[in-house]
Structure formats: C-alpha cells, structure tokens
C-alpha cells in the first residue's frame, strides 16, 4: 500500500481524537492502534514478496514451527546477495515508512499513525532480540549471507529504531507514545493482563 494510502487511512482518526482527547474511547484507540501496527506488518511482509519476485525468486508461504513464513524461493547458498536482499527488505521499508512519517509535514498525532510507528518499532525491537536467532529469522539470515554480522545488523537497525523513538519521545504530537495517562490522570508505562 503506497504511504499516502496509509496516511490517508489514519487521517479521520487525527481529525477525530485531536492529540487523543478525552473522547477517543480506549476500545476506538486500541483498535485504531492495533490497525496501525498490522499495517506496519503487512507492509514488512509485502516487501519481502515485491523484493522476493524483484530478484528472480519466486516466494511461497509456509509454516515453520507452526509460524506463518514467507519463503524467498531464492537459494541463499548460490545467491547469497538476492537472499540478503529479500531478508533486509522488510525492516528497510518499516525503518523508510517510519522515517517518512517522522520527515514529511503533516497533521500528526493520530493513532493509526501511532500505530504504524509502534508497529516498525516493535518489529525491529523484536527481530534485534528475541527473534534475532531462528530457522527464518531476518536478521540470522542476513548474517548467514556474509554481508554483515549479526552484530553489524544490529547496530544499523537498532540506531534507526532509536533515532526514530528518540524523535518521537521529542515531539509534542506524540505525547504520551510510550505511556498513557490512565482515567484517573496517572501514568500508566507498562501492560497490564487481565483475567
């Protein structure tokens, strides 16, 4: 989906919860924020097929370990360089569309983008931990390409999440990004489970 699309689609959020007031119910901003951050997923899984057939290959989908997988249809061992390519494509475009968000001027706040900030940020924070190390893990695949080492990987990703939550954190339009105030007024950092 091009960005504009996706701006577009957060756009009546903005216009409606005006740097979250007190109308946006939680049920209204979670699901606008959940939207936001599946889109940013979607968005890292549809680069990895453009980028995929953009090299040659041909990707399927699978399972591995029960977890949806895109498969490149390239083989890393002969073309090393088009799996590293098709590996770092999803954090890329996440890390571009963030970048984009943060750059390009327009009303922002809104919890669709939100979302779609919280969704690339997460996903490089879990690909650069828990995730760094697995079967179909981006960032063991880009290392096993002998481009760059996992440590490399990291530290380019990582730096950019960052800078990207750095400048949010700065940005009156994103009050309250990485804590909410709760009804009471209290802020609330954290999650919270229920039974």
Same mark, same amino acid.
Not at 66 to 72: H, L
């Given at each position: 989906m091009p960005l504009a699309a996706l701006l577009a689609i957060g756009a009546p959020c903005r216009a409606q919860d005006s740097t979250l007031s007190r109308t946006t119910t939680r049920a209204s901003y979670?699901?606008?924020?959940?939207?936001?951050?599946?889109?940013?997923?979607?968005?890292h899984e549809a680069a990895h097929i453009a980028t995929s057939y953009a090299?040659?290959?041909r990707p399927t989908f699978g399972f *591995? *370990?029960?977890?949806?997988?895109?498969?490149?249809?390239?083989?890393?061992?002969?073309?090393?360089?088009?799996q590293f390519l098709f590996s770092a494509a999803g954090l890329t475009v996440?890390?571009?569309?963030?970048?984009?968000?943060l750059d390009?001027?327009? *009303?922002?706040?809104?919890?669709?983008?939100?979302?779609?900030?919280?969704?690339?940020?997460?996903?490089t924070v879990f690909y650069?931990?828990?995730?760094?190390?697995?079967t179909v893990s981006?960032?063991?695949?880009?290392?096993?390409?002998?481009?760059?080492?996992?440590?490399?990987?990291?530290?380019?990703?990582?730096?950019?999440a960052?800078?990207?939550?750095?400048?949010i954190a700065r940005d009156p339009s994103y009050a309250n990004f990485f804590a909410r105030l709760s009804a009471d007024g209290r802020v609330r950092l954290g999650v919270r489970l229920k039974r």
């Open positions: 979670w699901t606008r924020f959940t939207a936001g951050a599946v889109s940013s997923i979607l968005l090299v040659g290959g *591995d *370990d029960f977890r949806p997988t895109i498969y490149s249809g390239i083989n890393s061992h002969i073309e090393p360089h088009k996440q890390s571009l569309l963030d970048e984009a968000i390009v001027p327009h *009303d922002r706040g809104g919890v669709f983008e939100r979302g779609l900030l919280g969704g690339g940020i997460g996903t650069l931990t828990i995730g760094r190390r697995g981006d960032v063991d695949f880009m290392a096993r390409t002998h481009a760059l080492t996992k440590t490399q990987i990291t530290l380019i990703f990582g730096a950019v960052l800078e990207h939550s750095i400048r």
